[in-house]
C-alpha cells in the first residue's frame, strides 16, 4: 500500500522569501509588518539558525536537502554553474529533498512561485525532469522556472505544461495568482 501520514500528522507550510533578511520583518525588530510571525515567535517558535547565502538558487538548495549548497553543487546560481565541486549546479540523488522525505511518509505536496534549481539546460520541454520539482518530490507545482518572470505577464508552468496566464484580465498579478 501506498503510504500514508499519521492520523493527526500536521500540515507543514514553508515559506521562503527572496531578498528579505532578518532586518526586514517586524519580528525580529525590521519595518515590514509580520504580524502572524510576531504571534509564533511570542509562543516561542523562531527558527533563525538556518544557513542562508545572499543567492536565490543556493538558498533554495539548502533549505530543500538541509545541507550546506556546496555539498549538493549549488555554490552559486544555478544559471552560472561550471564543472567544478559545488558549482554545478546539479542537486545529487544522494541529497534528498523535503518533498520527497514528506511525500516518501504519506504527505501531499505542492511547490508554488520561483523554483530557480533546476539547471538552466534542463529546462526545456523535453526535460529530463528529474530536477524540476515533480522529480523532486513534489506533487504539484506552479510557478516559473528561471530567476525572475514579469510580474503581469508571467511565464508559468503547471507541473512539466506551460500555462498561458488570463490576458484578458486587466487587473492580473502573479502574487495573487499563485
Given at each position: ?80 554553474a561550471f564543472g567544478e565541486p559545488g558549482y554545478t549546479s546539479i542537486l545529487p540523488k544522494s541529497a534528498a529533498?523535503?518533498g520527497r522525505v514528506l511525500q516518501l511518509n504519506g504527505y501531499a505536496t505542492a511547490w508554488l512561485g520561483k ?64
Open positions: 500500500p501506498a503510504p500514508a501520514a499519521p492520523a493527526g500528522a500536521p500540515n507543514i507550510l514553508l515559506v521562503l522569501l527572496d531578498d528579505v533578511g532578518f532586518a526586514a520583518a517586524s519580528t525580529f525588530g525590521g519595518p515590514v509588518p509580520t504580524p502572524h510571525y510576531e504571534a509564533l515567535a511570542a509562543r516561542g517558535l523562531r527558527y533563525n539558525r538556518f544557513h542562508t547565502t545572499a543567492m536565490c538558487s543556493p538558498t533554495r538548495a539548502a533549505l530543500l536537502t538541509g545541507r550546506n549548497h556546496h555539498r549538493v553543487g549549488m555554490g552559486g546560481i544555478v544559471d552560472l529533498t523535503l523554483n530557480h534549481v533546476t539547471p538552466k539546460w534542463e529546462t526545456g520541454p523535453q526535460g529530463p525532469f528529474d530536477r524540476w520539482p515533480n522529480g523532486l518530490g513534489f506533487d504539484y507545482f506552479y510557478g516559473f522556472m528561471g530567476g525572475a518572470t514579469d510580474q503581469w505577464d508571467p511565464v508559468l508552468v503547471e507541473n512539466r505544461n506551460p500555462v498561458e496566464p488570463p490576458r484578458d484580465d486587466p487587473d492580473y498579478i502573479l502574487d495573487r495568482d499563485l
